[in-house]
């Protein structure tokens, strides 16, 4: 008896602990992050103690989201969107300037980024947005999404930050596309991009300017606009199938691939591990944007739907990018390979995305009002 008392009690306990844990995501991602460190033993050891604190931080935070069922995050939509937009005003008034951006904002214990809470606060909103909407939303309400997407988006190009700028669209798009935004509206706001792609081109800054003209001739300028893309490249070519081995990337090791820990993490994995390699690196984001997409669809609400399908297509938006850059097929817009690359704040972004994801498939079978 004592036996099977102590079974059920720790078997409970577990149930208690792990209860808003979906498991499969978590192996998932925890496959991600044990591939992380090891590359971060290779492309940068003496940060290595860093990103585990940063890891443990992110994990901390996942827990906590996870714990929180889906009806509070929308009552906590509005006033984290307001925050968000409130500290990205005074980052445009107060902000820190650094390598001629304005991006951070002192708050005297820390320095914060408070673009970064936009990834998380817009899909937020947007879903909190429709759910009040659910019945039918209308075009003008379609149009009001729209401006409450790019009063941040603005500020944040403003910075200037086109990478986080991007994926904060790209977030809120999703929401928008998720809740039923036409074909034809998407066809003609495709049709009036194109027509004011000469007016957009002459708002960018230079260095902006200069990175999609180097997309296409990085060797115009192969030791200095050109240097980063020409380098990876270089590097993903050289892995061959099987790859160099652990360490052993001649690229990575002899400090030719600029910021190998962060951006370009990509071009060392593929240098060291290969085609191969990289076939396990795209199965296992297929299958985390599998897993976020399947709990979408189970969600109990529309906002749950909404938030879990924005938040899954953040993650493939991540990927998508950061690979396409390092692989010169996109500009480099400074966006981190999602779980991989070196950094807290992106880290603990992408983390509390998988916590509210945890939370929406813990809350799925609830009826809520």
């Known amino acids: 008896m004592n036996h099977g008392f102590s079974f059920v009690g720790v078997r409970d306990l577990a149930r208690r602990l792990f209860a808003p844990i979906d498991l499969p995501l978590m192996m998932i991602t925890g496959l991600l992050v044990l591939l992380a460190i090891a590359m971060m033993g290779s492309a940068s050891p003496e940060r290595l103690n860093s990103q585990l604190l940063n890891v443990a931080v992110a994990l901390v935070v996942m827990r906590v989201l996870a714990q929180i069922p889906p009806p509070r995050l929308m009552h906590l939509a509005v006033p984290i969107y307001l925050v968000g937009l ?57 149009g009001l999404a729209a401006v409450l997407l790019l009063l941040p988006v603005a500020l944040i190009a403003r910075q200037p930050d086109l990478g986080t700028a991007l994926l904060v669209l790209a977030a809120g798009f999703y929401v928008i596309f998720f809740a039923g935004l036409s074909w034809k509206i998407m066809a003609g706001m495709a049709v009036a991009a194109l027509a004011a792609a000469p007016m957009a081109w002459t708002l960018l800054h230079d260095y902006q300017r200069n990175r999609i003209i180097t997309l296409f001739d990085p060797e115009k300028d192969p030791l200095g606009k050109g240097f980063h893309i020409i380098q990876s490249t270089i590097a993903i070519g050289s892995g061959g199938i099987l790859g160099k081995g652990w360490r052993e990337g001649t690229q990575a090791q002899l400090e030719f691939i600029p910021e190998r820990h962060t951006d370009f993490i990509f071009a060392v994995y593929s240098e060291e591990f290969g085609l191969l390699g990289n076939g396990l690196l795209l199965t296992l984001y297929a299958l985390l944007i599998g897993r976020g ?47 991989v690359s070196y950094g807290g704040t992106a880290l603990v972004t992408l983390f509390s995305g998988i916590g509210i994801l945890m939370s929406i498939h813990g809350n799925r079978m609830l009826v809520q009002k």
């Open 293 to 339: 997409l399947m709990i979408a669809a189970n969600a109990a609400t529309l906002f749950s739907r909404l938030l879990a399908g924005a938040i899954t297509m953040i993650f493939f938006t991540y990927a998508f990018v950061n690979m396409g850059m390092v692989s010169g097929i996109l500009p480099v817009v400074g966006v981190p390979l999602p779980l």
């Open 86 to 142: 409130l500290l990205l005003i005074a980052v445009a008034l107060f902000g820190d300037v650094s390598k001629g951006a304005r991006r951070w904002l002192n708050l005297g214990f820390m320095r914060a980024q408070p673009s970064e809470l936009m990834k998380i606060a817009m899909p937020l909103l947007l879903a909190w947005f429709f759910q009040k909407r659910e019945a039918m939303p209308r075009l003008r309400d379609f």
